[in-house]
């Protein structure tokens, strides 16, 4: 079965960083395409970023690129957000997100529409606060 496990959730100051890690199992990572996703409490869950494992192309949304990045160490199965100058507003659940790629999906793959990735996480709380 596919296994997704979030870590690197804590508590941080406002600009600080942290390091999240998504662990993939029972998938071949070059056959998916893995999202990063969040949500904040009484709000919908909005895409963070976006590797097609297969190609490495990265997608990110636009207010976030600055600070965020994204990547993978394909040995360890696992994939990496990097998240710089945090602030209050990204506080809320970092869920990590797989889909299987095809060429029909890879538009709502790569617009990181929640509905489109049919493999998820538990989740990582993520506060940012003074």
């Known amino acids: 079965q596919v296994q997704l496990v979030e870590s690197g959730g804590s508590l941080v100051q406002p600009g600080g960083t942290l390091r999240l890690s998504c662990a993939a199992s029972?998938?071949?990572?070059?056959?998916?395409?893995i999202g990063w996703f969040r949500q904040a409490p009484g709000k919908e869950r909005e895409g963070v970023s976006c590797?097609?494992?297969?190609?490495?192309?990265?997608y990110y949304k636009d207010f976030l690129a600055s600070r965020f990045t994204i990547s993978r160490d394909n040995a360890e199965n696992t994939i990496y957000l990097q998240m710089n100058n945090l602030k209050p507003e990204d506080t809320g659940v970092y869920y990590c997100?797989?889909?299987?790629?095809?060429?029909?999906?890879?538009?709502?793959?790569?617009?990181?529409?929640?509905?489109?990735?049919?493999?998820w996480g538990q989740g990582t709380q993520v506060t940012v606060s003074s």
């Open positions: 997100a797989a889909a299987r790629e095809s060429p029909t999906r890879r538009t709502a793959l790569a617009g990181l529409v929640v509905s489109e990735y049919e493999y």
């Open positions: 029972g998938l071949t990572l070059d056959d998916y395409t």
């Open positions: 590797i097609s494992t297969g190609d490495g192309r990265i």
